[in-house]
């Protein structure tokens, strides 16, 4: 069993910036896909990023590249997620999630980021 435990979240105004952290539970985080979700109220969850086990493989929804950033330390158990240039519509839960090649089976409580226009 793997806990995740994201932190980070919080209130912002449009075009600022916030660090999202998920800390696991257990050393196997590093043989795993990390990802980054978020679900808007009345919205289904949709995917947000991820990261392969190494770092050297990233993916991200076309609607926050080249603002949103994945980092992972594997050293440390957590995986990192960057957000700048932050808009009303980003407003959502994020959930980080875990798993054997993208097979996400672990998923955090969730961290509520808003942003105010």
């Known amino acids: 069993q793997v806990q995740l435990v994201e932190s980070g979240g919080g209130l912002v105004q449009a075009g600022g910036s916030l660090r999202l952290s998920c800390a696991a539970s257990?050393?196997?985080?590093?043989?795993?896909?990390m990802g980054w979700f978020r679900q808007a109220p009345g919205k289904e969850r949709e995917f947000v990023t991820a990261?392969?086990?190494?770092?050297?493989?990233?993916y991200y929804a076309d609607s926050v590249k080249g603002r949103f950033t994945i980092s992972r330390d594997n050293a440390k158990n957590t995986v990192y997620l960057q957000m700048n240039s932050l808009k009303p519509e980003d407003t959502a839960v994020y959930y980080c999630?875990?798993?054997?090649?993208?097979?996400?089976?672990?998923w955090g409580q969730g961290t509520q980021v808003t942003v105010s226009s």
């Open positions: 999630a875990a798993g054997p090649a993208g097979n996400y089976a672990y």
């Open positions: 257990r050393r196997t985080f590093s043989s795993y896909t």
């Open positions: 990261i392969s086990w190494s770092g050297g493989t990233t």
